[in-house]
C-alpha cells in the first residue's frame, strides 16, 4: 500500500524555520518524483516545490524562492523541505504528494497524497 506521511509541522515566529519530512512507504522512492504543495484557508492548493525522481529537476514557487530547499534522501524513503525566512504568508497545511518520474506542477498529476501537516507562522 502506497503511502506519504508528513511531519515537522508546527507554529513558528515570523523569520523562523522548520523543516518538513515526507516519508514514503509501499513504494521505491528512486522513481517517483516528489512536489510539497500547501492550502491557506479560503485559498486553492498551490504548488510550493518538486524534485524530480533523479533528483537532477527542482522546482520553486517564486514565492518560496531563495527559502525554500527540497531535498531527498532514497536511502531513507524520505523527502525534505527546509523552510527558512517563514513569513505568515506561509502559513498553511502542506501536503506531499508524488508521481512517477518527472515534476509537474499541477496537483491533478499527482496520484498519491499524503494527510498535511500544518504550518503556522505567527507571533
Known amino acids: 500500500q502506497l503511502q506519504l506521511v508528513e511531519s515537522g509541522g508546527g507554529l513558528v515566529q515570523p523569520g523562523g524555520s522548520l523543516r518538513l519530512s515526507c516519508a514514503v512507504s509501499?513504494?521505491?522512492?528512486?522513481?517517483?518524483?516528489i512536489a510539497w504543495f500547501r492550502q491557506a484557508p479560503g485559498k486553492e492548493r498551490e504548488g510550493v516545490s518538486c524534485i524530480s525522481s533523479s533528483g537532477g529537476t527542482i522546482n520553486y514557487a517564486d514565492s518560496v524562492k531563495g527559502r525554500f530547499t527540497i531535498s531527498r534522501d532514497n536511502a531513507k524513503n524520505t523527502v525534505y523541505l527546509q523552510m527558512n525566512s517563514l513569513k505568515p504568508e506561509d502559513t498553511a497545511v502542506y501536503y506531499c504528494?508524488?508521481?512517477?518520474?518527472?515534476?509537474?506542477?499541477?496537483?491533478?498529476?499527482?496520484?498519491?497524497w499524503g494527510q498535511g501537516t500544518q504550518v503556522t507562522v505567527s507571533s
Open positions: 509501499g513504494f521505491t522512492l528512486n522513481y517517483y518524483s
Open positions: 504528494a508524488a508521481r512517477l518520474y518527472y515534476c509537474s506542477g499541477t496537483d491533478t498529476a499527482y496520484a498519491y
